[in-house]
Nanobody
């Protein structure tokens, strides 16, 4: 089992930046991949970034590619999401998630609100 605690989020104007952090604890040595997801009101949940637990592979959808960067700190078991050039459509609740197998995100953080104003 893995526990995830998210930090960061808040309100920013369009064009601004925010960094989210996700601290993982528990059976982290067996993790396969970590991801950041978001859910905006009235929309489906969307994966915005993912990284292998080893940190050697990342993935982004076109909607955030070039603006969002996922990274991890091995020593602190923490995954970060750096979000630059934020747009109002990035407004959502952002969740950190952990997977022990491909496409099996079974552990989730509590979520953190990101609000981007125009």
């Amino acid at each position: 089992q893995v526990q995830l605690v998210e930090y960061g989020g808040g309100s920013v104007q369009a064009g601004g930046s925010l960094r989210l952090s996700c601290a993982a604890s528990g059976r982290t040595s067996s993790l396969y991949r970590m991801g950041w997801f978001r859910r905006a009101p009235g929309k489906e949940r969307e994966r915005v970034a993912s990284i292998t637990w080893s940190g050697d592979s990342t993935s982004y959808p076109d909607s955030v590619k070039g603006r969002f960067t996922i990274s991890r700190d091995n020593a602190k078991n923490t995954v970060f999401l750096q979000m630059n050039n934020l747009k109002p459509e990035d407004t959502a609740v952002y969740y950190c998630a952990a997977a022990f197998a491909p496409n099996s995100y079974n552990y989730w953080g509590q979520g953190t609100q990101v609000t981007v104003s125009s």
